[in-house]
């Protein structure tokens, strides 16, 4: 079975600290995926970045990065500099060993407050 | 930029009444699926769909809910005698392929039960 846990139920920062928010995970399979969506307080949910079980590089984009370690079932997610605006919900989700294919399993996410 | 629509935003519905959330995939998408979000909660598989039956389903699924593509565009959920706890979020997804795992989410319908 897999399962994703967000020890972190809520954090809160001030602007312009430095957040990293911890995903855990659990699964058999080889293959799998890995995402981070974001879901502002509007609803929607939007997609941040994928990472497939074979590569292990971390990444980059602007004021966000990814530390994806096999050895520990971890990929966290850190926001350098944070802004009000990156205030929302952070889900990580796996996708792997489903019949389908795309069944996501969702961790419980981590609300995210960053106060002016 | 494609995206995945849904319709209606917000319903409020009777305990009860049947209800039909519609979604318009992504045009050459081949891949549809459901996901629910109970307030406060994590988001949870419903169902996904391709070539025009269901191919994976979870517990939740259960005869209340049954999911249909009547035309080539849209993809809906119904859910056939509404429950309190029915009250979610419902995000409606498609992708092109299985391999890469990458869903595209609409931006949700939000159901209420009265």
């Known amino acids: 079975a897999q399962k994703v846990t967000q020890a972190q139920t809520e954090i809160s920062v001030v602007e312009k600290e430095d957040v990293t928010l911890d995903c855990v995970y659990e699964?058999?399979?080889?293959?799998?995926?890995l995402f981070w969506y974001k879901q502002p307080p509007s609803g929607e949910l939007v997609f941040l970045i994928r990472?497939?079980?074979?590569?292990?590089q971390n990444e980059i984009s602007g004021r966000y990065s990814w530390n994806f370690q096999k050895s520990t079932s971890s990929f966290n997610f850190t926001i350098t500099a944070s802004q009000v605006v990156d205030s929302a919900v952070y889900f990580c989700?796996?996708?792997?060993?489903?019949?389908?294919?795309?069944?996501?399993?969702f961790g419980e996410g981590t609300q995210l407050t960053v106060n002016p | 930029e494609p995206e995945v629509t849904q319709t209606p935003s917000h319903q409020v519905t009777q305990m009860g009444q049947e209800v039909i959330l519609r979604c318009v995939p992504i045009?050459?998408?081949?891949?549809f699926y459901w996901y629910r979000q109970i307030l406060g909660q994590k988001v949870e598989f419903l169902v996904s769909?391709?070539?025009?039956?269901?191919?994976?389903k979870s517990e939740i699924f259960d005869d209340q809910f049954s999911v249909e593509r009547p035309d080539g565009s849209n993809f809906t959920l119904k859910i056939r005698s509404t429950k309190l706890e029915d009250s979610a979020m419902y995000f409606c997804?498609?992708?092109?392929?299985?391999?890469?795992?990458?869903?595209?989410f609409g931006e949700g319908s939000r159901l209420t039960v009265l």
């Open positions: 997804a498609s992708s092109v392929d299985t391999h890469t795992g990458e869903l595209f």
């Open positions: 699964t058999r399979d080889t293959t799998y995926y």
């Open positions: 990472r497939n079980s074979f590569d292990e």
């Open positions: 989700a796996l996708n792997s060993g489903s019949v389908s294919g795309s069944r996501l399993t």
């Open positions: 045009s050459n998408h081949l891949y």
């Open positions: 769909f391709y070539n025009n039956e269901i191919s994976e």
